[in-house]
């Protein structure tokens, strides 16, 4: 019987439960069935990337410093521009130069 390797770069903790650790490509099925298990109240999903659930007293921190926060928003305020009816928090917003279509 073979097992398939790892790399730990690949590997993720369960932020409902440390002692989890889950590749990434299980991760966001995990992540479902721990928060029902776990209730999740405790947590919030961050609006940048659904993997990074986030204790509720640390969740103001974590958007000011989300990694994801430089890539999605430019993109959701482009998309916003354009008609497509994304929401975007003026809060977060900001002005990109665009060409004149």
């Known amino acids: 019987m073979s097992h398939a390797t790892v790399d730990r770069e690949e590997l993720m903790q ?3 439960d ?12 995990h992540l479902i069935k721990c ?3 776990h209730g999740g109240k ?18 103001e921190d974590h958007i000011k410093t989300c ?3 430089a890539i999605i928003e430019p993109q959701l305020v482009l998309d916003n521009r354009r008609g ?7 809060s977060n917003a900001r002005e990109i130069e665009t060409d004149p279509v």
Do not use: G, W
Request: with cysteine.
């Open 18 to 29: 440390p002692r989890h650790i889950i590749s990434q490509m299980r991760f966001p099925y």
């Open 84 to 90: 497509d009816n994304l929401l975007v928090p003026s």
């Open 67 to 69: 990694d994801k926060k």
């Open 35 to 37: 928060r029902k298990k």
């Open 14 to 16: 369960c932020p409902y």
């Open 42 to 59: 405790e947590h919030q999903q961050c609006p940048y990337d659904a993997k990074h659930v986030i204790l509720k007293t640390e969740f």
